[in-house]
DNA sequence: ATGAAAGCGCTAACAC
DNA sequence: GTGTTAGCGCTTTCAT
């Protein structure tokens, strides 16, 4: 919701026009460097600008011109070390369109997701997000609002997508685990339940598993309340318990993975010796732990990138239906220290 | 620079109320919840509206009402681990205050900062970034736009600035280092060169290490080219073939820091028991690297927040001059084990 | 080279 | 309960 109206007015055209003894136009002139206007008028025009502290309203000119495009990107939590290369890819092309981006953070709060939603959505033209709440609630509170939904299947109308290819990410991590390092008693940790439980990735792991002919399922699997570090060696400790035989570790994400190996260092497993542990994102944060995190990397910017070209889609036809082949992000596994 | 209108131009108040039967007021009490309108009417304005894909422009309605506040917060680079903090503090005091946050990357350069500030001021009310450029520039290329500088001294009339107290910093770390930890020849990594030279950590650093009576100066001070792991690898490398007999490093940030712990480990140091290194910032990064890093905190989140308020101050009276007491973040020493 | 008038889409104020 | 009028601040015709 929008507050109360900024103190001390700001001088309008008007003023400036008043004080430099010319008309509105005239002043128009001088400020966008327009032809057709004496050097020694466009000169005094911009002196009591300046003396006025003139700004041209972005409303006034927005509403006359009609060439401003805003997309808002909503983050379920601006400091989640995932989202910066999003965020980057994403500013790259709006940058390049000449778009603004104005953001909002939903402190993975489902209830404050709609809410963080609706407030951009005044502020921008199209939305950007990871959003957990289901497409039909979406429709129904944001009417008319184009979003592109980061992570997800394709959608309703109206809402554009962009995929992740998790099936193929996690089988190449399954498949490291168990074709290159031989390890037969693999865990997973899967992060918060998803919007659409079928989407959750821990379901392709598995599938993996008992096609290598392992055992996998609810016995073998924990979920992380939080994708952090703190999620990841609680889960895993849970994990631990049920499985102190297990020799290979498949998760959710890096920083589960991260706090996974924490986990285990402390419990006394060696890593990777005893117990193998693959991440998912591949966050430049893994690099630096020790040993050093493998994990199936995504292109996050690309991501980024390829949500604000849904967008211009999605703008440039509202009513256009989700097309079937939604751009796709194709996982790579990046083998480092970890397994 | 905006570009081209999006096509295929949107409905308005007007094709709703055609459409409807009603006119634009009874639509606009519609869409807005207002009373004074018959529930019949309602629904069947609500039902056109839906039909058009209608949604209030927001040029329109900012004209109108006046009482919408945009901040444009631009970083010198998204992917850098020191923001995501700084922008959650911006973000939660925005959020309070009904104000949205349009961001802005820089890529680190000074060309591009100018112009991103330019692009940002053309949306928002009023600006936050950590900027390279000088006070004069800023003035001069955006005129009458209130800026609120982080980390910096405070500036010109209609800038503002948060400052941290790099001085306090630095001495709690050079101290940390030689009267918790005994060390006596300690190098100093600074970074990239700042607007204001003057302003430079490592002076703080020095000064103190002098206070203690140690060598301090250009032969123990190496610059990071980047404010990056890879820049504190490279400077701890540059440092040590100058120094080989170091035992200690103050670093000008924590990636820096990080980036010396690697080199220094890659020339066959033990840290700490051969050389302590401390960071500066207090990177959530920093407890998840071995050993964990010790380093002088910021409160950075913190540093968001009263940026934030300053904004609403300048935004309250853009002529009111730079106060002398602008406000401050106080680092403080948080003690890991890299020392 | 400069000015007057019109209108972008919306809502507050005031009819009815 | 609903419609009419006016005007937010700006730029774009079109005159002069």
């Not at 008007?14 to 032809?35: F, M, P, W, Y």
């Not at 070209?309 to 256009?320: F, G, H, M």
């Amino acid at each position: 919701m929008e507050r109360k109206p900024v103190p001390g007015r700001r001088a309008t055209i008007g003023d400036v026009a008043e004080l430099a003894g010319v008309s509105k136009q005239t002043v128009s002139r001088a400020i966008n460097d327009k032809g057709e206007i004496g050097a020694a008028t466009k000169e005094r025009v911009l002196e009591a600008a300046r003396s006025l502290g003139y700004r041209p309203s972005r409303f006034a000119r927005g509403l006359r011109l009609q060439d401003s495009v805003t997309v808002g990107l909503l983050l379920s939590d601006v400091t989640n070390p995932y989202y910066p290369e999003v965020a980057s890819g994403v500013l790259e092309v709006a940058e390049d369109r000449g778009w603004h981006v104005v953001v909002g953070d939903s402190r993975g709060d489902r209830r404050r997701e709609l809410e963080a939603l609706q407030v951009l959505a005044r502020q921008a033209d199209a939305l950007i997000g990871q959003c957990s709440s289901p497409d039909e609630e979406l429709a129904r509170e944001l009417p008319g609002v184009p979003i592109v939904l980061l992570d997800h299947p394709p959608g309703h109308r109206g809402h554009g997508s962009v995929r992740i290819d998790f099936t193929s990410g996690m089988r190449q991590a399954v498949d490291h685990l168990v074709l290159d390092r031989g390890r037969r008693r693999i865990g997973v940790l899967e992060g918060t339940p998803r919007a659409n439980p079928a989407t959750e990735r821990r379901l392709s792991a598995e599938q993996r598993l008992r096609e290598h002919g392992l055992p996998a399922g609810a016995d073998w699997t924990a979920h992380a309340v939080s994708h952090t570090v703190a999620g990841g060696e609680a889960a895993l400790a849970e994990l631990l318990t049920a499985r102190p035989d297990m020799d290979g570790v498949v998760c959710y994400n890096d920083q589960i993975a991260i706090g996974a190996m924490r986990e285990l260092k402390r419990a006394g497993r060696r890593v990777p010796a005893d117990v193998s542990v693959i991440g998912f994102d591949g966050l430049p944060l893994g690099e630096l732990v020790t040993p050093s995190l493998t994990s199936v990397h995504i292109d996050k910017a690309r991501l980024g990138r390829l949500a604000v070209q849904e967008v211009a889609r999605l703008l440039a036809d509202p009513t256009a239906p989700p097309v079937p082949d939604a751009p796709v992000v194709h996982p790579e596994l990046v083998v480092r220290g970890s397994t």
